[in-house]
Structure formats: structure tokens, C-alpha cells
């Protein structure tokens, strides 16, 4: 069984977050390419994290469920990526520095396995931030 490990987190745009988001914030295309967190390898062996397998990161402010990939660009060990949307919004402190932008990038955040919990969908995690998902999980 893996275990927690410590990550400097960033949030980014991405094509497919991108053209997914064309589509609608509840379509199944939009959930896969956000619902992911990108790591380096060397840090998901480290914590015993497996590739495709879901895992909860945690900051000062949130959790969220996400799927773990090996990271698609540069990503040295110690940090990782969410792709921006509803998952990096439950993450993200809500810090803005006087700019009236939340930290989007530069925070820790601890990422550990979470193989029997399932990634919320768009719809549950908007809902259950306002107290509305009445659903389980």
C-alpha cells in the first residue's frame, strides 16, 4: 500500500481542458481531461502511487479525489500539476496577494493513494461546495 507524500502544487491550462470545456462542464470528456493530477514518476514510486489509479490531494483549504497520470510536460520531482477547473478549485487557497486572483500555482498540497474512493463528477463537487448534493459520495 503507498503512502502520503508532500508536492508543490501548480494549476494550468490545457488543450484538452480547453476543448473539453467547449463541450460543456458536465460532459464525461470535460471530467476526464480535469479530473487528473500529473506527476513525475520518480515521486509516484516514491509514495507507491500507480499510474491511472486515484488518489486524494489535500491543501490547507480542500481535498479532492483525481486520477494520477504520469505528467505530459516538464514536471521535476516535488511538484505536480491539476489541470485548472471545478477538481483544482476545491485545492486552490483562496489567497490572492491584493491581485484578486486566487494562488493558482506555488502551494503545498499532500497527494496519497486513494485506490477504493471515486473522483466526484463537476456536478457533486459544485453542488456539495454550496451544501445542494444530497447523491453519496
Known amino acids: 500500500m503507498g503512502s502520503a507524500i508532500k508536492l508543490n502544487m501548480i494549476t494550468q491550462r490545457s488543450i484538452e481542458e480547453g476543448a473539453a470545456m467547449e463541450k460543456g462542464k458536465t460532459n464525461p470528456d470535460y471530467f476526464e481531461a480535469c479530473s487528473i493530477i500529473e506527476m513525475n514518476p520518480e515521486d509516484m514510486k516514491k509514495s507507491g502511487i500507480w499510474k491511472n489509479s486515484n488518489v486524494k490531494v489535500t491543501s490547507e483549504c480542500g481535498t ?10 516538464y514536471c521535476p520531482p516535488g511538484l505536480a500539476h491539476i489541470r485548472q477547473g471545478v477538481w483544482a478549485n476545491q485545492v486552490v487557497p483562496p489567497r490572492t496577494q491584493s491581485t484578486g486572483t486566487p494562488q493558482y500555482s506555488g502551494f503545498p498540497v499532500t497527494v496519497e493513494p ?4 471515486k473522483r466526484k463528477t463537476a456536478l457533486q463537487l459544485v453542488q456539495g461546495s454550496v451544501g445542494l448534493w444530497k447523491g453519496g459520495n
Open 64 to 73: 479532492v479525489v483525481v486520477k494520477c497520470i504520469h505528467a505530459t510536460q
Open 114 to 117: 486513494a485506490f477504493n474512493e
